[in-house]
């Protein structure tokens, strides 16, 4: 077993979201996940020229934090992330690292015309926020299209996966971390 910090950026008017992807998070993954504030201003990732955010600078201001004991650090936030050569991100990890960054912004069904749908940005959330957490265990993309490796280009690529790892990528988790 091993400890997971989960930080809400943006999220205040979510509780319930949170509640639900600790005790999914807690059964996906050998891990205690633990709730935390942000130790930095999420403003400073802002970028204005494109009106997003920047996952990466994200990454680098949760890797800042050093009395955490956790050695995993999951930010999930409520706005738009981008990465440098991309119009938009899902999230992003350190590979082999121990930050990751979910963003449940365009995992909303609202974000496409869509009337919102609770149940179908929850199952998204698990999807994208178990895929980040597997890029820290040094896990690539997976060519298995029901794993939750599978690379996510667009919102529909996250549906057609299932939450878990497949027998290849599963193996890989590690039980323990120090």
């Keep these: 077993m091993w400890h997971l910090d989960l930080v809400p950026i943006y999220l205040s008017d979510r509780p319930r979201l949170l509640t639900e992807l600790t005790v999914a998070l ?13 130790w930095f201003d999420p ?26 004991s956790s050695p995993r650090v999951l930010a999930v936030v409520g706005v738009d992330l981008f990465a440098p050569v991309l119009t938009y991100v899902f999230g992003e990890a350190q590979l082999d690292g121990r930050a990751a960054v979910v963003s449940i912004h365009r995992l ?16 998204r959330l698990l999807k994208e926020s178990v895929h980040e957490l597997g890029h820290t265990f040094g896990l690539l993309h997976c060519t298995d299209g029901s794993c939750v490796m599978h690379a996510s280009t667009y919102v529909e690529d996250i549906d057609l996966k299932s939450a878990e790892f497949c027998m290849d990528c599963r193996g890989s988790v590690p039980t323990t971390i120090t």
Excluded: N
């Excluded at 996906?28 to 942000?38: K, S």
């Excluded at 204005?48 to 955490?68: A, H, I």
């Design 26 to 38: 807690e059964r996906a993954l050998p891990v205690t996940v633990h709730v935390r504030t942000p």
């Design 43 to 68: 403003e400073l990732s802002f970028d204005p020229t494109r009106g997003q955010y920047s996952s990466t600078r994200v990454l680098r201001y949760l890797l800042d934090e050093r009395s955490s």
């Design 108 to 123: 909303r069904p609202e974000a496409y015309g869509l009337p919102a749908d609770d149940r179908l940005l929850f199952g």
